[in-house]
């Protein structure tokens, strides 16, 4: 299988031999504008391909639950490689802010980057158990002090600029990365409101449209959400992430980065 996946742009196209009978078509789900191919559909995604609503979401389910899971003292050098600089291999790329840091600065002090759970871990109260807790698909370096200002926030639109965080905004509920990190952290909610659906001892988590959802085990808000996924789609370096996250740690996908139109089918 090859390290990069292929990707097509499809359109939908009524037969012409039937309008010509003068037949009527029955009425076909439309493909979303934007839907792609990838070389897992044969393979990795064979059991979702052609899917719809919960149907689509229960075969992901079933296909992305099949993972290796790393203990929390892993991430930090896992992390070291899914988010390396394209262009300093001495140093990550951290969310929110987009700053390039050192490796080497990876702790618990100002100047540092640590481990930021997008799905708070307090929402669902998984905390930094295996599972869950660890999961790489969700979890990216961030500066110290700008994971500490997300806290445990839903995610919305709106609010006060972030000190250093690079055109990110925050409220008294809510935070809003910068528009390059947008679609990113979409799609790692919604990777997580189908991985963790209730029946491996966690908690179901699901997405929902409010914010201020506390210890319940939602992530507000969806319509945002989506309009970030279609706005921000999926960049070379999350889809370069994705792919060491599959053939080196986890050996699972992020669905949504390889098919940003399943947000929509599902939602």
Same mark, same amino acid.
């Given at each position: 299988?090859?390290?990069?996946?292929?990707?097509?742009?499809?359109?939908?196209?009524?037969?012409?031999?039937?309008?010509?009978?003068?037949?009527?078509?029955?009425?076909?789900?439309?493909?979303?504008?934007?839907?792609?191919?990838?070389?897992?559909?044969?393979?990795?995604?064979?059991?979702?391909? %052609?899917? +719809?609503? @919960?149907?689509?979401?229960? /075969? #992901?389910?079933?296909?992305? =639950?099949? !993972?290796?899971?790393?203990?929390?003292?892993?991430?930090?050098?896992?992390?070291?490689?899914?988010?390396?600089?394209?262009?300093?291999?001495?140093?990550?790329?951290?969310?929110?802010?987009?700053?390039?840091?050192?490796?080497?600065?990876?702790?618990?002090?100002?100047?540092?980057?640590?481990?930021?759970?997008?799905?708070?871990?307090?929402?669902?109260?998984?905390?930094?158990?295996?599972?869950?807790?660890?999961?790489?698909?969700?979890?990216?370096?961030?500066?110290?002090?700008?994971?500490?200002?997300?806290?445990?926030?839903?995610?919305?639109?709106? %609010?006060? +600029?972030? @000190?250093?965080?690079?055109? /990110? #905004?925050?409220?008294?509920? =809510?935070? !809003?990365?910068?528009?390059?990190?947008?679609?990113?952290?979409?799609?790692?909610?919604?990777?997580?409101?189908?991985?963790?659906?209730?029946?491996?001892?966690?908690?179901?988590?699901?997405?929902?449209?409010?914010?201020?959802?506390?210890?319940?085990?939602?992530?507000?808000?969806?319509?945002?959400?989506?309009?970030?996924?279609?706005?921000?789609?999926?960049?070379?370096?999350?889809?370069?992430?994705?792919?060491?996250?599959?053939?080196?740690?986890?050996?699972?996908?992020?669905?949504?980065?390889?098919?940003?139109?399943?947000?929509?089918?599902?939602?």
């Amino acid at each position: 299988m090859p390290a990069t996946h292929i990707r097509r742009w499809k359109t939908l196209a009524l037969s012409t031999s039937a309008v010509l009978v003068g037949l009527t078509l029955p009425t076909v789900a439309a493909t979303p504008a934007n839907a792609t191919t990838t070389a897992y559909d044969s393979t990795y995604y064979k059991n979702a391909v %052609g899917k +719809t609503g @919960t149907s689509l979401k229960s /075969s #992901l389910h079933t296909i992305i =639950s099949s !993972q290796t899971k790393i203990s929390y003292s892993a991430v930090w050098n896992a992390l070291k490689v899914t988010d390396q600089d394209p262009n300093n291999s001495s140093n990550v790329i951290l969310l929110y802010s987009g700053v390039s840091r050192s490796k080497s600065l990876n702790g618990g002090d100002v100047g540092d980057w640590n481990r930021e759970h997008t799905w708070a871990k307090s929402h669902g109260d998984f905390g930094e158990v295996t599972g869950p807790g660890t999961d790489l698909h969700h979890l990216r370096p961030a500066d110290v002090q700008v994971n500490s200002i997300r806290g445990n926030l839903d995610f919305d639109n709106g %609010g006060s +600029t972030v @000190t250093n965080g690079g055109g /990110s #905004l925050v409220d008294s509920d =809510s935070f !809003q990365p910068r528009a390059a990190d947008r679609g990113d952290v979409a799609r790692m909610i919604l990777y997580m409101a189908v991985r963790y659906e209730g029946d491996d001892g966690f908690a179901d988590l699901e997405p929902n449209e409010k914010v201020g959802n506390g210890s319940n085990p939602y992530m507000g808000k969806l319509s945002v959400l989506k309009a970030w996924n279609e706005a921000d789609p999926p960049s070379a370096f999350e889809e370069k992430r994705n792919q060491a996250i599959y053939d080196t740690y986890q050996h699972n996908r992020n669905p949504f980065i390889d098919h940003p139109e399943w947000v929509e089918a599902i939602w």
